[in-house]
């Protein structure tokens, strides 16, 4: 006797209805996926994940009216801590990416992206518990998420670097934290270069992660 392919449900939350409804319908031609529900925003998504707590991963656009994808995915990790979030958003830069990552997410996908790799992406959500990409790339995520150990222990920073650190994970401009800490902007640099060889890491988002895992960032 056959089996049938277990489904992985999940969920899309965007206030573009024909966007959604279209990367929806692509995805169902895996026989692997099954669409859960369909969301406007944060609020709407409240309210429909409540008949499906079964959800394993969520696909989460960014802008969005009423509630917008960095507050429900705050909400969701709150509220439903065992459901993955993809962040699946047409921006790039690095304040974004870092944004939905402290909200909570476990990848970020762009949206011009090939369905096969979106559909990657959610295999490896389930499989793993992260997703790396470009963007997210590297052991960023699988770092993050290994709570186990904390490099804290062995990596020392003077009380400069923990602010830099705690900078980078705003919006500010590598010159804006310049005058903050009231520095040349050139010496923003070298805080990087020296942070990157001390905890492994190679970019600002990479940076944050570390800060956040060992709680030198506060969500």
Known sequence: MKTSTPKINIAMIDDHAMFRSGIASLLTEYNDIH???????????QTKIVQSIDTQVILMDINMPHMDGYAATAWLKTNYPHIHVLALS?????????????????????????????????????????YTNDLVSGNMLRSFHMTEKNGTDEIKLSEKEILF????????????????????????????????????????????????KNKIIST
Request: hydrophobic share 45%.
């Open 90 to 130: 047409m921006y790039d830069e690095e304040q974004a990416i870092i944004k939905m990552l402290k909200a909570g997410a476990n990848g970020y996908i762009l949206k011009e992206a090939e369905i096969s790799e979106l559909h990657k992406a959610i295999l490896q959500l389930v499989d793993k518990g992260f």
């Open 35 to 45: 669409i859960a529900f369909q969301a406007n925003n944060g609020l709407d998504m």
């Open 165 to 212: 650190l705690q900078l980078c994970a705003s919006e500010l401009t590598y010159k804006e934290m310049a005058d903050q800490m009231d520095i040349a902007v050139r010496s923003v640099d070298n805080y990087s270069r020296n942070l990157f060889e001390k905890t492994g890491c190679k970019s600002r988002v990479g940076l944050v992660l570390w800060g956040l």
